[in-house]
């Protein structure tokens, strides 16, 4: 029977760790906790990858949090959190990249390789066109012209 009192302590003791890990945040507004929770729910977890910062339990995570958490605190605002996030964690830390000059390659180059594509494919079609409209020999030339004529 001990040893069920004994196992019975530690699951009561292992239950409450879960309560102890979960973050106590007070705000001073409604506004200020509706930044917070948009702003974590912006930022991209480094550790996770495809997880939001507010969702995710990685340390990172929680560092990305308290940081936010304290700037707004500070009368950061939103941009300027996110530049501060961005030069720390890198273009990743967001799920928007910002539009800059290295970014802006990522939407004309895709652009201007289809329309290249496209480009190529009319001129290659019409020279292939062209190239069989010259090779008819003079008989072929009758021939089709003898045929056209027929079926009008």
Not at 11 to 16: D, E, G, I, K, P
Not at 89 to 96: H, P
Request: glycine residues 2%; charged residues 25%.
């Amino acid at each position: 029977m001990k040893w069920f009192n004994v196992l019975f302590i530690l699951v009561v003791l292992q239950a409450t760790n879960v309560f102890a890990a979960t973050e106590i945040l007070t705000f001073d507004s409604d506004e200020l906790r509706n930044r917070y929770t948009e702003l974590t729910f912006q930022f991209r977890c480094p550790k996770c990858q495809n997880q939001n910062v507010a969702d995710s339990n990685a340390p990172i995570s929680l560092d990305i949090r308290q940081k936010t958490y304290e700037m707004l605190h500070q009368g950061y605002s939103d941009q300027e959190i996110v530049d501060f996030m961005v030069d720390r964690y890198t273009e990743f830390v967001i799920y928007k990249p910002q539009m800059s000059i290295v970014t802006i390659w990522l939407w004309i180059v895709p652009a201007v390789l289809l329309i290249s594509g496209l480009i190529i494919l009319l001129t290659l079609t019409r020279r292939r066109v062209s190239a069989e409209e010259a090779t008819l020999s003079e008989d072929e030339a009758l021939r089709l012209k003898a045929l056209m004529e027929d079926k009008s």
